[in-house]
């Protein structure tokens, strides 16, 4: 999926998933935290939003790691989680990061390219609903949308 698509699906997974966790949805710095963790995996392409941001750091991931390699894998996360949670980043922090994390590699296994969720296994899981840019993307993100809405007035 491509950087507006993260972060929209970053933000809409954070208001479905605050009220589970007994956190604000509507928090400007969750929401923000959320859509950065939702940017964080594409770290490692150089010509992806925030690896344009972080050439240096891109350009030498993507040289060692490759795109979607380990920063798109379940080890990723679970690495994410213990740096937040070891330094002290407690739910409020560590929470909308992980969130818009996990967002990200849910939304990259919607297309057809998918993730080596086990890296550094070489399996590849995928449900390809749609191309990266292509025109289907911004359908499939207003269902997901549509679906992150319902889980969020379903829990009032």
Known sequence: MMAGSHAVLGAAAWFAAAPHLGLPATDPL??????????????????SWVGKRLRPVST??????????????????????????????????AAPVLVGYLSHLAGDLLTPRGLRLAWPMKRTWALPLCRAGSRFEPLVVAALLAVAWWSAVSRR
Not at 30 to 47: F, T
Not at 68 to 77: K, Y
């Open 30 to 47: 969750a929401l923000a935290l959320a859509v950065a963790g939702s940017l964080l995996p594409d770290i490692d392409h150089p010509a």
């Open 60 to 93: 030498m991931i993507a040289a060692v790691l490759g795109h979607r390699g380990a920063t798109h894998s379940a080890l990723a996360l679970a690495a994410c989680g213990w740096l937040l949670l070891g330094h002290g980043l407690a739910g409020p922090i």
